[in-house]
Protein backbone atom coordinates (compact mmCIF):
# COMPACT_ATOMS: atom_id res chain seq x y z
CA UNK A 1 0.00 0.00 0.00
CA UNK A 2 1.85 3.15 -0.97
CA UNK A 3 2.19 5.66 1.59
CA UNK A 4 1.31 9.57 1.42
CA UNK A 5 4.47 11.52 0.91
CA UNK A 6 5.50 13.95 3.53
CA UNK A 7 3.25 14.60 6.83
CA UNK A 8 1.59 17.70 7.69
CA UNK A 9 3.73 20.16 9.24
CA UNK A 10 2.63 21.17 12.82
CA UNK A 11 0.79 24.54 11.36
CA UNK A 12 -0.63 22.54 8.97
CA UNK A 13 -1.95 20.42 11.47
CA UNK A 14 -3.48 23.03 13.69
CA UNK A 15 -4.80 24.59 10.96
CA UNK A 16 -6.76 21.79 9.79
CA UNK A 17 -8.54 21.40 13.28
CA UNK A 18 -8.86 25.25 13.86
CA UNK A 19 -10.40 26.02 10.11
CA UNK A 20 -12.36 23.44 9.85
CA UNK A 21 -15.66 24.74 10.94
CA UNK A 22 -15.50 28.17 8.54
CA UNK A 23 -14.40 25.70 5.62
CA UNK A 24 -17.38 23.86 5.94
CA UNK A 25 -19.65 26.95 6.38
CA UNK A 26 -18.19 27.97 2.87
CA UNK A 27 -18.53 24.70 1.50
CA UNK A 28 -22.52 24.54 2.74
CA UNK A 29 -23.35 28.01 1.52
CA UNK A 30 -21.82 27.26 -2.26
CA UNK A 31 -23.79 24.10 -2.22
CA UNK A 32 -26.92 25.99 -1.37
CA UNK A 33 -26.59 28.43 -3.81
CA UNK A 34 -25.48 25.51 -6.63
CA UNK A 35 -28.78 23.64 -5.80
CA UNK A 36 -31.20 25.73 -4.41
CA UNK A 37 -33.83 23.03 -4.62
CA UNK A 38 -32.07 21.54 -2.01
CA UNK A 39 -33.71 24.30 0.32
CA UNK A 40 -37.34 22.59 0.02
CA UNK A 41 -36.08 18.98 -0.80
CA UNK A 42 -33.78 18.25 2.56
CA UNK A 43 -36.23 21.07 4.39
CA UNK A 44 -35.07 23.32 7.74
CA UNK A 45 -32.30 20.61 8.97
CA UNK A 46 -30.76 20.28 5.59
CA UNK A 47 -27.76 22.57 6.41
CA UNK A 48 -26.96 20.71 9.51
CA UNK A 49 -26.82 17.56 8.21
CA UNK A 50 -24.82 18.72 5.32
CA UNK A 51 -22.57 20.59 7.81
CA UNK A 52 -22.49 17.57 9.57
CA UNK A 53 -21.43 15.53 6.78
CA UNK A 54 -18.84 18.13 5.56
CA UNK A 55 -16.91 18.00 9.10
CA UNK A 56 -16.83 13.72 9.08
CA UNK A 57 -15.81 14.13 5.88
CA UNK A 58 -12.91 16.24 7.05
CA UNK A 59 -12.05 14.39 10.19
CA UNK A 60 -11.54 11.39 7.94
CA UNK A 61 -9.13 13.32 5.96
CA UNK A 62 -7.47 14.18 8.70
CA UNK A 63 -7.55 10.60 10.37
CA UNK A 64 -5.72 9.57 7.14
CA UNK A 65 -3.15 11.84 6.87
CA UNK A 66 -2.39 10.64 10.23
CA UNK A 67 -2.41 7.39 9.48
CA UNK A 68 0.19 7.78 6.73
CA UNK A 69 -2.22 6.51 3.84
CA UNK A 70 -4.81 7.82 1.61
CA UNK A 71 -6.50 4.40 0.78
CA UNK A 72 -8.65 4.14 4.01
CA UNK A 73 -10.43 7.64 2.19
CA UNK A 74 -10.93 5.81 -0.90
CA UNK A 75 -12.66 2.54 1.30
CA UNK A 76 -14.81 5.48 3.37
CA UNK A 77 -15.65 7.19 0.03
CA UNK A 78 -17.09 4.16 -1.11
CA UNK A 79 -18.25 3.12 1.77
CA UNK A 80 -19.94 6.64 2.67
CA UNK A 81 -21.84 6.84 -1.30
CA UNK A 82 -23.30 3.04 -0.61
CA UNK A 83 -25.09 4.57 2.84
CA UNK A 84 -26.42 7.95 0.89
CA UNK A 85 -27.15 5.15 -2.58
CA UNK A 86 -29.52 3.38 0.49
CA UNK A 87 -31.20 6.95 1.53
CA UNK A 88 -31.77 7.44 -2.00
CA UNK A 89 -28.93 10.22 -2.15
CA UNK A 90 -26.66 10.17 -5.50
CA UNK A 91 -22.89 9.98 -5.11
CA UNK A 92 -22.50 12.94 -7.46
CA UNK A 93 -23.16 14.97 -4.01
CA UNK A 94 -20.04 13.38 -2.77
CA UNK A 95 -17.84 14.13 -5.54
CA UNK A 96 -18.97 17.84 -5.66
CA UNK A 97 -18.42 17.84 -1.88
CA UNK A 98 -14.93 16.35 -1.92
CA UNK A 99 -14.19 18.96 -4.60
CA UNK A 100 -14.72 21.87 -3.03
CA UNK A 101 -13.83 21.41 -0.18
CA UNK A 102 -10.43 20.75 -1.63
CA UNK A 103 -11.26 23.90 -3.44
CA UNK A 104 -11.64 25.98 0.29
CA UNK A 105 -8.28 24.21 1.36
CA UNK A 106 -6.43 25.93 -1.40
CA UNK A 107 -6.23 29.56 -0.22
CA UNK A 108 -6.20 28.04 3.67
CA UNK A 109 -2.79 26.07 3.36
CA UNK A 110 0.78 26.03 2.81
CA UNK A 111 1.59 24.30 -0.42
CA UNK A 112 3.03 21.28 1.07
CA UNK A 113 0.21 20.76 3.32
CA UNK A 114 -2.98 21.72 0.51
CA UNK A 115 -1.12 18.91 -1.50
CA UNK A 116 -1.55 15.61 1.74
CA UNK A 117 -5.48 17.44 1.98
CA UNK A 118 -5.80 17.29 -1.61
CA UNK A 119 -4.33 13.91 -2.19
CA UNK A 120 -6.54 12.71 -0.25
CA UNK A 121 -9.63 14.20 -0.98
CA UNK A 122 -8.52 13.00 -4.79
CA UNK A 123 -8.17 9.34 -3.56
CA UNK A 124 -11.78 9.25 -2.75
CA UNK A 125 -12.84 11.30 -6.32
CA UNK A 126 -11.47 8.68 -7.97
CA UNK A 127 -12.75 5.61 -5.95
CA UNK A 128 -16.38 7.05 -6.72
CA UNK A 129 -15.77 6.52 -10.12
CA UNK A 130 -14.50 2.73 -9.84
CA UNK A 131 -17.28 0.39 -11.53
CA UNK A 132 -18.44 -2.61 -9.28
CA UNK A 133 -20.09 -2.90 -6.01
CA UNK A 134 -17.93 -1.90 -2.97
CA UNK A 135 -16.25 -4.77 -1.13
CA UNK A 136 -14.66 -3.55 2.39
CA UNK A 137 -11.21 -4.87 2.57
CA UNK A 138 -11.34 -6.56 6.28
CA UNK A 139 -13.60 -9.10 4.65
CA UNK A 140 -10.08 -10.04 2.98
CA UNK A 141 -9.03 -11.34 6.65
CA UNK A 142 -12.62 -13.26 7.18
CA UNK A 143 -11.99 -16.57 7.32
CA UNK A 144 -13.97 -19.40 5.73
CA UNK A 145 -17.61 -19.02 7.06
CA UNK A 146 -19.37 -21.78 8.45
CA UNK A 147 -22.34 -22.09 5.86
CA UNK A 148 -24.95 -21.35 8.90
CA UNK A 149 -23.55 -17.77 9.12
CA UNK A 150 -26.93 -16.29 7.40
CA UNK A 151 -29.29 -18.69 9.05
CA UNK A 152 -27.43 -16.98 11.86
CA UNK A 153 -27.58 -13.72 11.15
CA UNK A 154 -31.61 -13.60 10.00
CA UNK A 155 -32.17 -15.34 13.62
CA UNK A 156 -30.36 -12.28 15.16
CA UNK A 157 -31.95 -9.69 13.70
CA UNK A 158 -35.36 -11.29 14.01
CA UNK A 159 -34.25 -11.56 17.96
CA UNK A 160 -34.69 -15.10 18.00
CA UNK A 161 -32.45 -16.10 20.54
CA UNK A 162 -33.96 -19.21 20.81
CA UNK A 163 -32.46 -20.27 17.22
CA UNK A 164 -29.31 -18.44 17.71
CA UNK A 165 -28.59 -20.65 20.33
CA UNK A 166 -29.03 -23.78 18.94
CA UNK A 167 -26.49 -22.96 16.10
CA UNK A 168 -23.89 -21.15 18.66
CA UNK A 169 -24.19 -24.23 21.08
CA UNK A 170 -24.35 -26.95 18.69
CA UNK A 171 -20.80 -27.15 16.78
CA UNK A 172 -19.57 -26.49 20.78
CA UNK A 173 -21.14 -29.26 21.70
CA UNK A 174 -19.86 -31.53 18.95
CA UNK A 175 -16.16 -30.43 19.87
CA UNK A 176 -15.63 -27.07 18.13
CA UNK A 177 -13.70 -24.52 20.04
CA UNK A 178 -15.53 -21.17 21.07
CA UNK A 179 -12.97 -19.20 19.44
CA UNK A 180 -13.33 -20.87 16.19
CA UNK A 181 -17.23 -20.62 16.66
CA UNK A 182 -17.01 -16.93 17.26
CA UNK A 183 -14.69 -16.30 14.18
CA UNK A 184 -16.38 -18.47 11.45
CA UNK A 185 -19.94 -17.99 12.82
CA UNK A 186 -20.61 -14.84 14.65
CA UNK A 187 -18.34 -12.56 13.36
CA UNK A 188 -19.34 -13.33 9.59
CA UNK A 189 -22.71 -12.99 10.78
CA UNK A 190 -22.30 -9.73 12.50
CA UNK A 191 -20.50 -8.27 9.33
CA UNK A 192 -23.23 -8.79 7.53
CA UNK A 193 -25.36 -6.74 9.34
CA UNK A 194 -23.11 -4.28 9.35
CA UNK A 195 -23.60 -4.58 5.50
CA UNK A 196 -26.92 -4.59 6.08
CA UNK A 197 -27.25 -1.53 8.14
CA UNK A 198 -25.14 0.42 5.65
CA UNK A 199 -27.77 -0.13 2.93
CA UNK A 200 -30.36 0.37 5.38
CA UNK A 201 -31.81 -2.73 5.06
CA UNK A 202 -31.43 -3.14 8.76
CA UNK A 203 -31.71 -0.65 11.80
CA UNK A 204 -29.88 0.47 14.24
CA UNK A 205 -32.32 -1.20 17.06
CA UNK A 206 -31.83 -4.60 14.68
CA UNK A 207 -27.86 -4.31 14.95
CA UNK A 208 -28.25 -3.50 18.46
CA UNK A 209 -30.55 -6.56 19.17
CA UNK A 210 -28.64 -8.63 17.42
CA UNK A 211 -25.10 -7.31 19.04
CA UNK A 212 -27.04 -7.93 22.30
CA UNK A 213 -27.72 -11.52 21.71
CA UNK A 214 -24.66 -12.16 20.48
CA UNK A 215 -23.04 -10.70 23.30
CA UNK A 216 -25.16 -12.47 26.03
CA UNK A 217 -24.88 -16.38 24.05
CA UNK A 218 -21.33 -15.81 23.97
CA UNK A 219 -21.11 -14.78 28.11
CA UNK A 220 -23.15 -18.14 28.11
CA UNK A 221 -21.01 -20.29 26.01
CA UNK A 222 -17.59 -18.81 27.75
CA UNK A 223 -19.15 -19.74 31.23
CA UNK A 224 -19.91 -23.63 30.06
CA UNK A 225 -16.30 -23.80 28.54
CA UNK A 226 -13.49 -25.96 29.10
CA UNK A 227 -11.12 -23.97 30.98
CA UNK A 228 -6.72 -24.89 30.17
CA UNK A 229 -4.81 -25.20 33.25
CA UNK A 230 -3.52 -21.44 34.07
CA UNK A 231 -0.06 -20.72 32.10
CA UNK A 232 0.95 -17.84 34.09
CA UNK A 233 0.74 -14.97 31.34
CA UNK A 234 -1.78 -11.90 32.04
CA UNK A 235 -3.41 -10.14 29.31
CA UNK A 236 -5.05 -7.08 29.29
CA UNK A 237 -7.85 -6.19 26.98
CA UNK A 238 -9.17 -2.51 25.98
CA UNK A 239 -10.76 -1.03 23.20
CA UNK A 240 -8.88 2.83 22.69
CA UNK A 241 -10.72 5.72 23.61
CA UNK A 242 -13.29 6.15 21.16
CA UNK A 243 -13.66 3.07 20.15
CA UNK A 244 -17.51 1.29 20.81
CA UNK A 245 -16.73 -1.63 18.77
CA UNK A 246 -16.13 -4.19 22.03
CA UNK A 247 -17.61 -7.57 20.76
CA UNK A 248 -14.87 -8.46 18.50
CA UNK A 249 -11.93 -7.58 21.20
CA UNK A 250 -14.61 -9.87 23.83
CA UNK A 251 -13.65 -12.94 21.53
CA UNK A 252 -9.64 -12.22 21.88
CA UNK A 253 -10.28 -12.06 25.28
CA UNK A 254 -12.47 -15.28 26.11
CA UNK A 255 -9.93 -16.86 24.00
CA UNK A 256 -6.86 -16.38 25.80
CA UNK A 257 -8.85 -16.88 29.62
CA UNK A 258 -10.00 -20.36 27.92
CA UNK A 259 -6.48 -21.00 27.02
CA UNK A 260 -5.72 -20.40 31.24
CA UNK A 261 -4.34 -16.84 30.67
CA UNK A 262 -4.88 -14.35 33.49
CA UNK A 263 -7.77 -11.97 31.84
CA UNK A 264 -8.75 -7.87 32.57
CA UNK A 265 -10.64 -7.45 29.86
CA UNK A 266 -11.81 -3.43 30.00
CA UNK A 267 -13.99 -3.25 27.12
CA UNK A 268 -15.25 -0.17 25.38
CA UNK A 269 -14.37 3.45 25.09
CA UNK A 270 -11.23 3.03 27.61
CA UNK A 271 -9.89 7.13 28.30
CA UNK A 272 -6.28 6.49 27.44
CA UNK A 273 -4.91 7.70 30.96
CA UNK A 274 -7.19 5.20 33.10
CA UNK A 275 -5.62 2.50 30.44
CA UNK A 276 -2.49 3.37 30.91
CA UNK A 277 -3.05 3.68 35.03
CA UNK A 278 -4.62 0.08 35.04
CA UNK A 279 -1.74 -1.05 33.09
CA UNK A 280 0.68 0.00 35.49
CA UNK A 281 -1.63 -1.41 38.21
CA UNK A 282 -2.61 -4.84 36.48
CA UNK A 283 1.42 -5.35 35.34
CA UNK A 284 0.40 -7.73 32.09
CA UNK A 285 2.63 -9.81 30.30
CA UNK A 286 0.91 -8.85 27.32
CA UNK A 287 -1.70 -5.97 26.32
CA UNK A 288 -4.18 -6.37 23.40
CA UNK A 289 -5.63 -3.24 22.12
CA UNK A 290 -8.71 -2.86 19.48
CA UNK A 291 -8.71 -0.03 16.95
CA UNK A 292 -11.86 0.10 14.85
CA UNK A 293 -11.79 3.20 12.21
CA UNK A 294 -8.80 4.94 11.24
CA UNK A 295 -10.02 8.50 13.81
CA UNK A 296 -9.09 5.81 16.58
CA UNK A 297 -5.67 4.93 14.86
CA UNK A 298 -3.64 8.23 16.17
CA UNK A 299 -4.96 7.42 20.11
CA UNK A 300 -3.47 3.43 19.45
CA UNK A 301 -0.49 5.01 18.33
CA UNK A 302 -0.21 6.99 21.44
CA UNK A 303 -1.18 4.25 24.07
CA UNK A 304 1.19 2.27 22.58
CA UNK A 305 4.41 5.01 22.71
CA UNK A 306 3.25 5.47 26.52
CA UNK A 307 3.47 1.55 27.09
CA UNK A 308 7.23 1.49 25.25
CA UNK A 309 8.42 4.47 26.79
CA UNK A 310 7.49 3.64 30.27
CA UNK A 311 7.36 -0.18 30.77
CA UNK A 312 11.04 -0.70 30.80
CA UNK A 313 12.69 -3.57 30.50
CA UNK A 314 9.57 -5.69 31.63
CA UNK A 315 7.14 -3.76 29.21
CA UNK A 316 4.55 -5.73 28.24
CA UNK A 317 4.32 -7.07 24.48
CA UNK A 318 1.30 -4.93 22.51
CA UNK A 319 -0.73 -6.87 20.30
CA UNK A 320 -2.80 -5.41 18.48
CA UNK A 321 -6.02 -5.81 16.09
CA UNK A 322 -9.89 -4.45 14.81
CA UNK A 323 -11.13 -3.64 11.67
CA UNK A 324 -8.71 -0.32 11.22
CA UNK A 325 -5.77 -2.90 10.92
CA UNK A 326 -7.37 -5.08 8.98
CA UNK A 327 -7.96 -2.87 6.23
CA UNK A 328 -4.28 -1.61 6.10
CA UNK A 329 -2.19 -4.54 6.69
CA UNK A 330 0.81 -3.12 7.10
CA UNK A 331 -0.46 -0.36 10.06
CA UNK A 332 0.18 -2.82 12.94
CA UNK A 333 4.19 -2.18 11.82
CA UNK A 334 3.78 1.84 11.40
CA UNK A 335 1.89 1.77 15.11
CA UNK A 336 5.18 -0.30 16.29
CA UNK A 337 3.23 -2.89 17.92
CA UNK A 338 4.75 -6.07 18.97
CA UNK A 339 1.62 -8.20 17.52
CA UNK A 340 -1.13 -8.01 14.99
CA UNK A 341 -4.00 -10.84 15.16
CA UNK A 342 -6.82 -10.45 12.48
CA UNK A 343 -8.89 -12.07 14.18
CA UNK A 344 -9.27 -14.06 17.50
CA UNK A 345 -7.82 -17.13 16.15
CA UNK A 346 -4.63 -15.55 14.46
CA UNK A 347 -3.78 -13.39 17.83
CA UNK A 348 -3.86 -16.48 19.82
CA UNK A 349 -1.34 -18.21 17.29
CA UNK A 350 0.65 -14.90 17.55
CA UNK A 351 1.01 -14.98 21.25
CA UNK A 352 2.31 -18.78 20.97
CA UNK A 353 -1.02 -19.86 22.74
C1 LIG B 1 -22.28 -3.83 16.27
C2 LIG B 1 -21.66 -2.64 15.56
C3 LIG B 1 -21.63 -1.42 16.22
C4 LIG B 1 -22.02 -1.28 17.69
C5 LIG B 1 -20.88 -1.89 18.54
C6 LIG B 1 -21.40 -2.53 19.82
C7 LIG B 1 -20.38 -3.38 20.49
N1 LIG B 1 -20.61 -3.58 21.75
O1 LIG B 1 -19.38 -3.86 19.94
C8 LIG B 1 -22.18 0.27 17.83
C9 LIG B 1 -23.64 0.65 17.70
C10 LIG B 1 -21.61 0.88 19.11
C11 LIG B 1 -21.46 0.77 16.57
C12 LIG B 1 -21.11 2.08 16.39
C13 LIG B 1 -20.56 2.59 15.23
N2 LIG B 1 -20.33 1.92 14.10
CO1 LIG B 1 -20.40 0.04 13.99
N3 LIG B 1 -20.65 -1.80 13.57
C14 LIG B 1 -21.13 -2.79 14.25
C15 LIG B 1 -21.07 -4.08 13.41
C16 LIG B 1 -22.44 -4.31 12.79
C17 LIG B 1 -20.62 -5.33 14.12
C18 LIG B 1 -19.29 -5.20 14.90
C19 LIG B 1 -18.89 -6.57 15.35
O2 LIG B 1 -19.21 -6.96 16.45
N4 LIG B 1 -18.27 -7.34 14.46
C20 LIG B 1 -17.96 -8.75 14.72
C21 LIG B 1 -16.59 -8.88 15.38
C22 LIG B 1 -16.37 -10.29 15.89
O3 LIG B 1 -15.63 -8.62 14.38
P1 LIG B 1 -14.44 -7.56 14.56
O4 LIG B 1 -14.91 -6.40 15.32
O5 LIG B 1 -13.82 -7.34 13.26
O6 LIG B 1 -13.41 -8.35 15.53
C23 LIG B 1 -12.54 -9.36 15.07
C24 LIG B 1 -11.23 -8.83 14.45
O7 LIG B 1 -11.32 -7.52 13.95
C25 LIG B 1 -10.20 -8.96 15.53
N5 LIG B 1 -10.06 -7.94 16.56
C26 LIG B 1 -10.88 -6.98 16.98
N6 LIG B 1 -10.36 -6.32 18.02
C27 LIG B 1 -9.17 -6.89 18.28
C28 LIG B 1 -8.20 -6.62 19.25
C29 LIG B 1 -7.05 -7.40 19.29
C30 LIG B 1 -6.03 -7.14 20.34
C31 LIG B 1 -6.85 -8.43 18.32
C32 LIG B 1 -5.60 -9.23 18.33
C33 LIG B 1 -7.81 -8.70 17.34
C34 LIG B 1 -8.97 -7.93 17.36
O8 LIG B 1 -10.63 -10.16 16.18
C35 LIG B 1 -12.06 -10.09 16.32
C36 LIG B 1 -12.59 -11.50 16.49
O9 LIG B 1 -12.16 -12.37 15.47
C37 LIG B 1 -19.99 -3.65 12.37
C38 LIG B 1 -19.96 -4.49 11.08
C39 LIG B 1 -18.61 -5.20 10.95
N7 LIG B 1 -18.18 -5.45 9.75
O10 LIG B 1 -17.96 -5.54 11.93
C40 LIG B 1 -20.29 -2.16 12.22
C41 LIG B 1 -19.22 -1.23 11.69
C42 LIG B 1 -17.85 -1.60 12.20
N8 LIG B 1 -19.62 0.11 12.27
C43 LIG B 1 -19.48 1.04 11.46
C44 LIG B 1 -19.76 2.40 11.76
C45 LIG B 1 -19.69 3.40 10.63
C46 LIG B 1 -20.11 2.79 13.07
C47 LIG B 1 -20.39 4.21 13.55
C48 LIG B 1 -19.48 5.31 12.99
C49 LIG B 1 -21.86 4.49 13.25
C50 LIG B 1 -22.33 5.86 13.68
N9 LIG B 1 -22.62 6.69 12.72
O11 LIG B 1 -22.42 6.15 14.83
C51 LIG B 1 -20.21 4.04 15.07
C52 LIG B 1 -18.77 4.28 15.51
C53 LIG B 1 -18.53 3.95 16.94
C54 LIG B 1 -17.10 4.12 17.37
N10 LIG B 1 -16.68 5.36 17.61
O12 LIG B 1 -16.37 3.16 17.49
C55 LIG B 1 -18.93 0.60 10.10
C56 LIG B 1 -17.45 0.97 9.93
C57 LIG B 1 -17.17 1.35 8.50
C58 LIG B 1 -15.70 1.45 8.28
N11 LIG B 1 -15.18 0.60 7.45
O13 LIG B 1 -15.02 2.25 8.81
C59 LIG B 1 -19.24 -0.94 10.12
C60 LIG B 1 -18.24 -1.79 9.35
C61 LIG B 1 -20.68 -1.12 9.57
C62 LIG B 1 -20.77 -0.90 8.07
N12 LIG B 1 -20.69 -1.95 7.27
O14 LIG B 1 -20.92 0.20 7.64
N13 LIG B 1 -21.26 -0.19 15.70
Redesign the pocket.
Known sequence: MPKLPVSLSPVGREQLVVMAAGVVDEVVETLYQRHPEWESQYGAWGRDYCREDLTYHLEYVRACIETGYSD?FR??AR?LAS?LEGKGIPASHLVESFELLARAWASRLAPQDYALVDAVLWTGMVALEEPGEYQ?S?YR?LTASDPAAPTLCAALIAGDRGTARRMIFEPIEQGTELVDV??GL??PA??E???L??VSKVS?AQ??L??AI??SLMAQAFASAEFAPPVRRKAL?S?VE???????????SDAFEIKGWEVQFLG??TPTRSLLEQIDRFRPDLV?????????VSTGREVIQSIRSDGGAGRPSV?????????LDSLWRDLDAD?????????LR?AHT
Open positions: PEYWVPFHGVIQMYIGRWQIEHATSEFCGNHHDLGLRMVADGLSISMPSQLIGGLALNQLWGANAREAE
